[in-house]
């Protein structure tokens, strides 16, 4: 999956990372590289990824992060 980050902080790598659409949790990541401007490759882990869905880190749940 490649990710982008637009203004934010790329994670790095090997971090892990929750998929969520509509609030529920669908998927789980695992950043691996490589990089370019704001975007990251990561692994699919677990569950399904659609273009669109919103990744967080673990534990922070919607009203805490930014898209």
Known sequence: AV???????????????DVFREGMKVGELRVSGPSRGSTIVADISGGEVRSGDEVRPPGVNASESSR
């Not at 990710?3 to 990372?17: C, M, Q, R, T, V």
């Open 3 to 17: 990710l982008d980050f637009g203004f934010h902080l790329l994670p790095e790598l090997g971090a892990s990372l």
